[in-house]
């Protein structure tokens, strides 16, 4: 799997919901099982794991929007104004559907917007499509048609 010519070897996933990131993980090893997943559990830890990396950043980040301490808002914000951090695509996950938390997450310049599915296979599947089709183009999405993924 290629991301803007290179291929996709490692994601960074932050949630504070230890059951979302089992089924994360375990439905990304389902779609593509030889793909590094590290995990944050929170905002905060988040942002020290980015801030003292070492090495080749992850190909893309997974980002829970409502998380305890620093929430997604909070650390797109860094990782955008970060030099070193600002190219990297981020996905955020969240369980609200609401068109304002959207518009205002695209003009942040989060990558995409994957509304939390209520089901493994709708997960599975949800990570399947990000990384299959758009995670390629996800630096460069300019549509909000593009953007947003509800299942």
């Known amino acids: 799997m290629a991301l803007m010519g290179k291929s996709i070897t490692h994601i960074l996933l932050a949630d504070d919901d230890e ?3 089992e089924l994360f993980s375990d439905a990304l090893r389902e779609v593509h099982s030889n793909v590094k997943l590290t995990t944050a559990k929170n ?3 988040l942002m020290r794991l980015l801030e003292s990396w070492k090495g080749t950043l992850p190909d893309v980040i997974f980002l829970d929007l409502n998380m ?3 929430n997604g808002f909070e650390c797109l914000d860094e990782i955008k104004a970060a030099e070193h951090l600002k190219e990297l695509p981020v996905v955020i996950l969240s369980t609200s559907s609401q ?3 959207m518009d205002i997450l695209f003009r942040k310049h989060a990558s995409m917007y994957i509304k939390k599915p209520g089901t ?7 990570i399947e499509q990000t ?3 758009h995670l390629r183009n996800l630096a460069s999405v300019q549509e909000q048609d593009d953007f947003i993924v509800i299942h």
């Open 68 to 70: 305890p301490l620093k």
């Open 99 to 101: 068109q304002e938390t």
């Open 19 to 21: 059951d979302d990131r």
């Open 120 to 126: 493994y296979p709708q997960l599975r599947n949800a």
């Open 43 to 45: 905002g905060v830890d």
């Open 131 to 133: 990384l299959k089709v």
